[in-house]
């Protein structure tokens, strides 16, 4: 709750609006900004992209890189930032921990030299990047959706100026899960049969930091945690994990352990004897490999995301044009989040006269100034960055104005060759909450 | 009672998956002094080439379940003729094959990379459905996996206790240069031992991604565990390990249930370190099992 009040107080809206700037078709409006411009040099702009492209992380990895290919395609077609041409050098992170993490980072700009860095996310502790990018002296941009960011750059923003987490943190899960349930039951959708939480999670950050900050407000919202359960990660087998299940009974199963695959296992096992349990599972069910490994098993499950594609023209537009591209069984949520980074510095970066070089911070601390200005409409929603964390704002848990905030976004899946089905919240659903079959009314 | 019999088809599972993964690892080691680093891409090669010719192809299950286990033979026949052949009498071998083996290891997953992507695909080779068993569901695939597991097992078993190529391999295992003296040929005989590796490793490889999923890292974990179980079961033990391996996936199971799933690793892991300290050659390794 702290991180929420902190980030309510970091930047007021007034302030915001008195300097803020308004993204309406990052395509457009560089395309007027390179009109007038005369190139700055031949030398195409390197944005360097520490992505996971093996490893456990690598479904997410590929759309990560397709989402800055497709970006740079378009940027280019609009001329460039400033002339200059936009190309992507990718280093591989290997689904690894820090030591890989960084040394993709320093070789993106000692090897490439690379003027940014833009990643989706990466393991580890999460703070690695931010420190070669303050090292160097570049402007970095991620979806880590993680606490360690906030922390980091709150406490010493003279040193991290140039991070940007460009999605709200892991924390607005829990809140937003307590009160997405309570929501369900106090309007009638679900009756469940009992109030426990039986909560699976991982080995990483962020399972585990989603998993905590449930358990630690579940009593606020009348319920209580009857199971607490951490697996390893790979985990292909769930027997004894659902033997505990099916003896708790719990009225809702919440597995906060990401990885698409083993949710799928964890789905089809679990449907072999299922509970009388709503299942939630985290971020993993939301990409097309979770569908397309668990098959029918993925049908009625619920998913949340606080960086997916929402619905409405913009975000249409970009699935049809992305799923055209990669094939039907890319993700758009997963390219989404990279192609919206990378447009969102080609605009910042043109506004501030064009992209920094690595270790020199001048024109560099002039595109992070532009960002930090920047209200953003991409196909996940608005990136707005709370200027003392340099996050992008919740919506609706930090703000009520969906204009002003990235959707906290929960989805259903209601068939295994669709997405799921945004049901949370207004005003961008397009379905009601369906009962799951496994479920008794 | 639903939760014993849960553990119980649990740890089989695993256990049978780890005992194709592991019995293999051990045979070579046992045989040849060979830590073989590539023996994880083996199943890597087996799952991607069943799922090539079922998914591409329309072939099906049985023919791509064979195309696998021979993709695995192959490999298997390929890594020694292209390479340990040559290295077999050179010095610090043991040492200098872990190095050349982990390179090829390396090299293999960045190609597979390249031609398959990092996509985790669904393994077709699988059968769906459950039944109940005293209130417990018990899949099919994991009755499949098990009886795959005991019919490759037992063959191998047979083949080395009853059939001459079998005393070969148990001779060459016991003293090369005996062997040799006896008429065996013992470059052949460690051919045939990569290969029936490779055999077992693509056989886990397939099984493993059907659930599991397909990744070109996916054999890392489980060479990870069949090291560990080799370790227990005394380096070159081929009966052993397969007991070992039984023996790991309940153990892993049970405290999964009673402790924590997080728990399951780590505890093996410090079974290790204690069966190293109180029983250096493992628990059914004899010292003289270990070439010098």
Not at chain 1, 344 to 353: C, H, I, K, V
Not at chain 2, 49 to 56: E, F, G, K, Q, R
Not at chain 2, 141 to 164: D, E, R
Not at chain 2, 174 to 180: G, I, L, P, R, V
């Amino acid at each position: 709750m702290d991180e929420k009040r902190d980030c309510e107080m970091g930047s007021s809206r007034r302030g915001f609006l008195k300097g803020g700037l308004l993204g309406l078709g990052s395509a457009a409006v560089l395309a007027t900004l390179n009109e007038s411009a005369v190139a700055q040099s031949a030398d195409p702009v390197i944005v360097g992209a520490p992505l996971q492209l093996t490893g456990a992380g690598a479904a997410d990895g590929i759309e990560f890189k397709q989402g800055l290919e497709l970006a740079a395609e378009e940027i280019n077609a609009s001329g460039g930032i400033l002339g200059r041409q936009v190309k992507i050098v990718t280093a591989d992170t290997e689904s690894g921990g820090d030591d890989l993490i960084t040394s993709a980072g320093q070789r993106l700009i000692d090897r490439d030299g690379a003027s940014a860095l833009i990643a989706g996310y990466n393991f580890g502790s999460q703070t690695a990047l931010q420190n070669v990018a303050a090292d160097a002296s570049v402007v970095y941009l991620h979806a880590d959706t993680a606490r360690a960011h906030t922390d980091l750059v709150s406490k010493n923003p003279g040193r991290y100026w140039g991070s940007f987490m460009y999605c709200p943190s892991e924390l607005y899960y829990g809140f937003a899960f307590l009160n997405f349930i309570k929501h369900l039951e106090d309007t009638g959708q679900l009756k469940a049969p009992n109030k426990k939480i039986a909560i699976v999670t991982g080995p990483l950050v962020y399972s585990i930091n989603i998993a905590n900050s449930i358990k630690s407000d579940a009593a606020k919202y009348g319920y209580e945690i009857s199971l607490f359960e951490t697996v390893q990660a790979p985990t292909t087998d769930w027997g004894p994990t659902l033997a505990k299940l099916r003896e708790d009974k719990p009225g809702f199963i919440v597995v906060t352990h990401f990885f698409p695959q083993d949710q799928a296992q964890f789905m089809i096992q679990f449907l072999a004897n299922p509970t009388n349990s709503l299942v939630y599972l985290q971020y993993g069910a939301s990409l097309a490999a979770f569908r397309d490994l668990a098959g029918d098993a993925s049908v009625g499950v619920l998913y949340a995301t606080n960086i997916g594609v929402l619905s409405g023209e913009v975000s249409e537009e970009f699935a049809k044009k992305y799923l055209g591209r990669y094939g039907a069984k890319a993700s758009p949520n997963g390219g989404a989040q990279t192609y919206e980074a990378l447009h969102l510095f080609a605009q910042a970066a043109a506004l501030a006269g064009g992209v920094g070089k690595a270790y020199e911070e001048e024109q560099s601390k002039k595109v992070a100034a532009r960002l930090k200005e920047s209200i953003f409409r991409g196909p996940t929603g608005v990136i707005r960055f709370d200027q003392k964390a340099q996050q992008a704002f919740s919506y609706p848990v930090q703000t009520k104005d969906p204009s002003l905030g990235m959707a906290h976004i929960f989805s259903q899946i209601k068939r295994k060759e669709e997405n799921g089905y945004i049901i949370s919240p207004t005003p961008y659903e397009t379905a009601q909450f369906e009962l799951p079959k496994w479920m008794q009314a | 009672m639903d939760a014993a019999i849960q553990i119980i088809i649990t740890g089989l599972t695993l256990g049978a998956m780890y005992a194709l993964a592991s019995v293999g690892l051990a045979l070579t080691y046992g045989t040849m002094g060979m830590f073989n680093m590539a023996h994880g891409m083996f199943m890597t090669i087996g799952a991607y080439a069943s799922y090539s010719l079922s998914s591409a192809f329309g072939a099906p299950l049985p023919l791509a379940l064979v195309a696998g286990i021979c993709a695995g033979a192959i490999s298997g026949s390929l890594l020694h003729l292209l390479i340990v052949r040559f290295m077999l009498h050179t010095e610090d071998f043991q040492t200098t094959i872990m190095v050349a083996t982990a390179g090829v290891a390396i090299a293999l997953q960045d190609l597979i990379l390249k031609r398959y992507g990092a996509y985790p695909f669904k393994q077709p080779a699988q059968i769906e459905g459950s039944f109940r068993l005293a209130g417990t569901a018990i899949s099919y695939q994991s009755i499949v996996i098990v009886a795959m597991a005991a019919l490759l097992i037992g063959a191998l078993a047979w083949l080395l206790t009853y059939t001459k190529f079998g005393l070969a391999i148990r001779a060459t295992a016991m003293n090369q240069d005996a062997a040799k003296l006896m008429g065996v040929r013992t470059e052949r005989t460690y051919l045939q031992v990569i290969v029936i590796a490779g055999v077992l490793a693509s056989a886990a490889g397939i099984l493993i991604s059907s659930l599991a999923g397909l990744s070109p890292a996916m054999g890392t974990d489980p060479l990870i565990r069949a090291f560990i179980i080799c370790v227990v079961a005394g380096l070159g033990s081929v009966t052993g390990a397969g007991l070992a391996a039984i023996m790991m996936g309940l153990f892993e199971a049970a405290i999964s249930y009673y402790i924590g799933a997080r728990f399951g690793l780590p505890v093996m892991l410090g079974l290790v370190v204690l069966i190293l300290i109180f029983r250096p050659a493992g628990l059914f390794g004899r010292m003289e099992v270990v070439r010098s």
